[in-house]
């Protein structure tokens, strides 16, 4: 029997699955993040019980994707105490001895919509997650999108809605997307949490025009066939057509966009789309097996 492993790591749980050659899930857990020590031990507790032929890990981060750096695989700067500069892919490749995809929580989102969810048709997509933080990943020509670095979409500068006078929710700038438009922004702004706004209060209106100012420099830049909106704040289904709407207005006629309810969609994976990216890229690494696993 064929075994692959997918570890969602996040700053809150880490997310562990084992699933067959089809990719069905046949186990999952879901660990609460605490030192690396406990939480590794953890992790590995978990697939000790398969003969796992790979696995594929989408971390929160900063993370070091850069297979020339000495630090590759690691978490690097995250604010999360005791977090810092773990080699988490280095622990688990060591562990297990098989091929390790090693990319972002988003990007592996985005990879699992784009084949299985609501990116099927397509071979360039962007996820974006709109929820404690802002993070997108991006899938280009059927390839997660990696540089010196990964994308860090949640943090591009956006210009001000008008009389728009909070004090950012990023302690590292004062104009983001995420300090301005992240579930703690909202909860600066009104004094209550997002989920318990109601659907009509005005925030709703601020909250579309920076994810559009987001969207439309993200549609300029890359051209993707279609952006998924995912994240606790998403679930605010209102803002999708405010979105749509105020996206064409920025946009002012210059781009002609795809069709805008096929175009800005939520996601169909649920709550899977970063196993299901992991599952699938966990799956690729092995298939190529990959110089970086030789060596
Ligand atoms: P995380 O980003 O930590 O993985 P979430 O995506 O659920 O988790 O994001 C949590 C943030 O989103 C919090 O700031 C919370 O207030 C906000 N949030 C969660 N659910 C909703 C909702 N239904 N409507 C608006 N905001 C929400
Ligand atoms: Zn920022």
Not at 44 to 69: C, Q, R
Not at 176 to 184: D, F, N, V
Request: glycine share 12%; proline share 5%.
């Amino acid at each position: 029997m064929t075994y692959y492993g997918s570890i969602e790591a996040g700053g809150t749980k880490f997310f562990c699955a084992v699933a067959d050659e089809q990719l069905n899930i046949i186990e999952r857990i879901n660990l609460p993040t605490r030192s690396p020590k406990v939480t590794l031990d953890e992790v590995f507790a978990f697939f000790d019980t398969y003969p796992l032929i790979a696995l594929g890990i989408g971390s929160f981060g900063p993370i070091d994707v850069n297979s020339k750096s000495s630090t590759y695989g690691y978490i690097t700067s995250t604010p999360k105490p005791g977090w810092q500069n773990i080699d988490l892919l280095g622990s688990l490749k060591e562990r297990y001895q098989v091929p390790v995809a090693w990319t972002t929580d988003v990007n592996a989102a985005a990879y699992g919509e784009m084949h299985l969810g609501a990116g099927k048709d397509t071979e360039s997509c962007i996820y974006l997650t709109v929820g404690t933080g802002v993070g997108g990943g991006a899938v280009v020509n059927g390839t997660v999108l990696q540089g010196f670095s990964h994308p860090e979409m949640g943090h591009i500068s956006v210009q001000r809605y008008p009389g728009d006078t909070v004090e950012s929710a990023c302690p590292y700038h004062d104009n983001c997307l995420e300090g301005l438009a992240a579930g703690p922004a909202l909860e600066k702004r009104t004094g209550i949490k997002g989920q318990l706004l109601e659907a009509t209060h005005d925030i709703w209106e601020i909250e579309a025009f920076y994810i559009a100012q987001a969207l439309m420099n993200y549609t300029l830049t890359l051209s993707p066939e279609k952006i998924i909106l995912g994240g606790g704040v998403m679930k605010q289904t209102q803002l999708f057509p405010k979105i749509r709407a105020s996206l064409e207005r920025q946009l002012g006629g210059y781009v002609a966009l795809p069709v805008l309810e096929d175009y800005i969609v939520g996601c169909d994976l649920g709550d899977n789309s970063g196993t299901m990216g992991c599952l699938l890229l966990a799956k690729e690494k092995c298939e190529i097996k990959s110089d970086e696993f030789v060596s």
